[in-house]
């Protein structure tokens, strides 16, 4: 009566056919193309070289800081998103029509938003306007996303402002599963907000934490390719430039596949670090 | 007695003082929600001005609303808006319904029985979860373009079938792991095969878990930039958000109409939302929020 292994096969192969057509196949070309150049329609090594190509260009580099300037929203996203949750958990009037509010971003496309934020933080768009004429608080237009020193910042508020949604409400489902009777044991003893949250919230929600954390690195790493093309596509002046934004140009427009599959080996080398750390710090997260 | 009434006597300041800063947190997170709900704001409220009515006042509510950038941008939109809308919802459909049946299968062997390596393989199969696609779409499209399947819908299902594979087995395997042997074991000796077990009694108890990867997985393919704007490259093949630069740029002016036009693609997603937001939290937290 026990699942055969034909079954087993059966219910596996169609899937499993479809995933290693779509990862692993790639990423086995990903690597001859790196370290293989075709010419005259022939495989040669050429060792480094196409890695070498890659060194030497300065908006690589840019790429590279950009994507670590990103790790910023880590920290940020993380508290913000655990004292919302914490607030809203603590009793709000009408804090599941909160909850809603908050996740909405969430849902929207990364190109809608984009379009909406261009035409709302344009140099002569409504949020200038505001700050302007109605507060009088600059005298300036701020150029949020055609200054070579702001678009990233824009950028990175934009993305928090997208993110956050998904941290709030997982932290809030896990703060439903405390025993209340702990917060309440500590107001009792006189401990204020602030202790509670240390010494309480955050032990209780540290697998969530943890994995909410590392999750964060990963998206604003390397899945944040839609809100830099949607927005800057790289400008002003290769100032947003991201890794993912660098191989699709370098792949597609410039037509350098071999060094672009450089580029991408370094972006799976980092994205197989933090899931080898992901599965150190907790092994849960498999469902072992 | 005394300690009685000093009790009484803190908590009663301790009451009004968590009045006043009930009130202070009404404001804060009024002011938070005026933040996250602006653009949106900004997007539905302008699609239903006239153009005169948005240049005299863009933040107000639309005095007398009208449809008509609705039809413009659905009608005229890039002239292809509907193939784009078409194309969208069958590409999300095929893509998610494939995504979730493969994924009940595999999730099924993996819930029920150990084989060698079976840990292995799912811990490998989670983790592909986090691979972004820019990695792999150098390779697939030069294969893509051997088999002829660039610019066809097939080609990008196929690509979002994979795409979703990893995350919908990581939930549905760790929902279907919760069910209680018990219940199975009972089935089986009363005579239901291995196959009607999944049928009968684990997808019945596990529609949480399924409608959550459906609206996800759906969300995912209607918002999905990349791979639709490198494999969908003939106008008439596009999606939605592939083609959204076409459509913006034909109504850069107007931008009544380019809300209108960006308010049809949230729709439907936000609708969807909706009616799952009830099993939405509770499927995609059974398997994150363990211990």
Redesign the interface.
């Known amino acids: 009566m026990g699942i055969t292994k034909k079954m087993a096969i059966g219910y596996m192969l169609p899937g499993y056919v479809i995933i290693i057509f779509i990862f692993a196949y790639p990423i086995i070309i990903l690597f001859r193309d790196a370290f293989f150049n075709r010419v005259d329609n022939i495989l040669t090594f050429v060792g480094l070289q196409n890695f070498k190509g890659l060194l030497a260009d300065p908006i690589f580099y840019i790429s590279l800081r950009n994507n670590f300037i990103f790790l910023i929203i880590v920290p940020i996203i993380v508290i913000i998103s655990l004292v919302i949750a914490v607030l809203l958990y603590e009793g709000l009037f009408g804090w599941k029509v909160y909850r809603v509010i908050i996740f909405l971003p969430y849902i929207l496309a990364i190109p809608v938003v984009s379009i909406i934020f261009i035409y709302t933080l344009a140099g002569n768009g409504p949020i200038n306007d505001i700050l302007i004429n109605k507060l009088g608080i600059i005298s300036k237009p701020i150029l949020f996303f055609s200054s070579t020193k702001i678009a990233i910042w824009t950028l990175i508020g934009v993305i928090i402002w997208k993110e956050i949604g998904l941290g709030i409400v997982l932290f809030l489902a896990r703060l439903m599963t405390v025993d209340e009777q702990l917060f309440e044991a500590a107001e009792i003893d006189g401990a204020n907000w602030f202790h509670k949250f240390i010494h309480i919230t955050i032990p209780q929600l540290k697998t969530i934490i943890e994995f909410y954390t590392l999750f964060t690195i990963i998206t604003v790493f390397c899945w944040v390719f839609n809100y830099v093309f949607s927005s800057t596509n790289g400008g002003p002046g290769n100032s947003t430039y991201i890794l993912e934004l660098y191989i699709y140009k370098i792949a597609f427009r410039y037509n350098i596949p071999n060094v672009a599959s450089c580029a991408a080996i370094l972006l799976l080398v980092f994205v197989s670090f933090i899931i080898f750390i992901q599965f150190r710090v907790q092994r849960r997260f498999g469902v072992d | 007695m005394i300690k009685k009434i000093y009790k009484r006597k803190r908590v009663n300041r301790f009451i009004i003082k968590k009045s006043i800063d ?1 009130s202070f ?2 404001i ?2 009024l002011f ?2 005026l ?6 704001f ?2 539905f409220s302008n699609s239903l001005k006239t153009e005169d009515e948005f240049l005299n006042n ?2 107000s509510i639309p005095f007398s609303p009208t449809f008509r950038n609705y039809v413009t941008a659905f009608t005229k939109g890039g002239a292809y808006f509907i193939e784009w809308f078409r194309n969208t919802i069958i590409i999300a459909i095929i893509a998610t319904v494939i995504t979730v049946i ?2 009940i ?2 999730g ?3 819930s ?2 150990k ?1 060698k390596f079976s ?1 292995g393989l ?2 490998l ?4 979860m ?3 696609p ?10 893509m373009s051997a088999l002829k399947m660039v610019n066809t819908l097939y080609g990008v299902i ?2 979002y ?3 979703m ?2 995350f919908s ?2 939930v549905l ?2 929902f279907f ?1 919760t069910i209680d042997r018990e219940m199975i074991e009972a089935a ?1 000796i009363d005579g239901c095969s ?2 009607s077990v999944l049928f009968r009694i684990i997808l019945p108890i596990s529609k949480p878990s399924i409608i959550t990867v459906f609206v996800v997985n759906s ?1 995912f393919c ?2 999905e ?2 791979i639709a704007m ?1 494999f969908l490259k003939s106008t008439s093949s596009k999606t939605l ?1 592939s083609a ?1 630069t076409i459509f ?1 740029n034909r109504y850069m002016t107007d ?1 009544p109409i ?2 209108a036009g ?1 308010s049809m ?2 729709i439907p ?2 609708i969807l ?1 909706f009616l799952g ?1 009830r099993f939405f ?1 509770k499927g ?2 059974s ?5």
Not at chain 2, 35 to 40: K, L, S
Not at chain 2, 125 to 128: G, K, N, R, Y
Not at chain 2, 134 to 143: D, E, G, N, Q, V
């Open positions: 009930k947190r009404q804060v997170f938070i929600s933040i996250f709900i602006f653009p949106m900004f997007m863009k933040f493969f994924a299968l595999i099924y062997i993996f029920q029985i084989f840990t799912l811990n199969t989670v983790s592909l986090v691979v972004p820019i990695i792999m779409i150098i390779p697939l499209f030069k294969t196929l690509i079938i994979g795409i594979l990893p087995i990581y395997t760790s792991r089986l291995r196959h969300l209607w918002n930039l990349l490198v958000m959204i913006r931008i380019t809300m960006l693609m949230t997603m936000v939302y937001t939290i995609l937290t398997g994150a929020l363990k211990g």
